[in-house]
């Protein structure tokens, strides 16, 4: 079964800093990996996906992330934040089994953006 | 195209008690997975049905058990509720059941006394 790591379950910034979101996956022959965004009492919103092709992805609201099979990594990134970006952010990797396929999720980093 | 939704938000049960929590997938989509989300944690997988079949189980006893009907929508039932119970539940709809991507709905907050 996959596992995931986030390595960070807080992170502080200021509006309109540049953040990084770490995330790091137990490998696999071939690996899904998603990055999804949970407002409070809300349930979870899919940022981006890496399913192959071009290792940077590029999703909503100015997110990307770059797919480093050699390190086991995809880190999430955006260049300027806003304080609507303070949400807990969860990464996830497709499991495989016989027959049907489960996401397994890290256990979340909390982004929370001051003025 | 509908979302996925799910009924009630919230739900307060006592300790011992059976609860029933619904989930209507997203349209074309034939897949239901279910995830409990305890305070703090990620979304841990509890079965996935498919076809009106179960066709995968997490790491959760038997006392947790589901049904998928003929329009694809979902219940989860939890029998002698324990304090752990006490979590977030999100249903997740996808095309097929080997298919990677998920949508997720809104949740239904669990709370066991």
């Known amino acids: 079964a996959q596992s995931v790591t986030q390595l960070d379950s807080q992170v502080p910034v200021f509006e309109e800093a540049p953040v990084e979101l770490r995330c790091n996956y137990s490998?696999?022959?071939?690996?899904?990996l998603f990055w999804y965004v949970q407002y409070p009492n809300q349930g979870l919103q899919l940022l981006l996906k890496?399913?192959?092709?071009?290792?940077l992805v590029k999703g909503i609201n100015g997110f990307e992330a770059e797919f480093n099979k050699s390190q086991t990594s995809f880190h999430l990134r955006k260049p300027s934040v806003h304080i609507s970006d303070t949400a807990e952010y969860f990464c996830a990797v497709s499991d495989q089994h016989a027959g049907y396929s489960t996401l397994t999720f890290g256990k979340g980093t909390m982004l929370l953006v001051s003025p | 195209e509908t979302g996925v939704t799910q009924s009630p938000t919230h739900l307060i049960k006592t300790r011992g008690q059976q609860v029933t929590l619904r989930c209507s997938s997203q349209?074309?989509?034939?897949?239901v997975s279910w995830y409990q989300q305890a305070l703090g944690q990620g979304p841990q997988f509890i079965f996935q049905y498919y076809r009106e079949e179960e066709n995968g189980r997490g790491n959760f006893p038997p006392r947790f058990s589901g049904l998928q009907f003929p329009n694809y929508s979902s219940e989860l039932n939890v029998n002698a509720l324990e304090l752990d119970d006490s979590a977030l539940y999100l249903c997740a709809s996808s095309l097929e059941q080997t298919y990677n991507e998920q949508f997720f709905g809104p949740g239904t907050r669990l709370t066991v006394l």
């Open positions: 490998s696999s022959v071939s690996v899904y």
């Open positions: 890496y399913l192959s092709g071009s290792t």
């Open positions: 349209s074309g989509h034939n897949t």
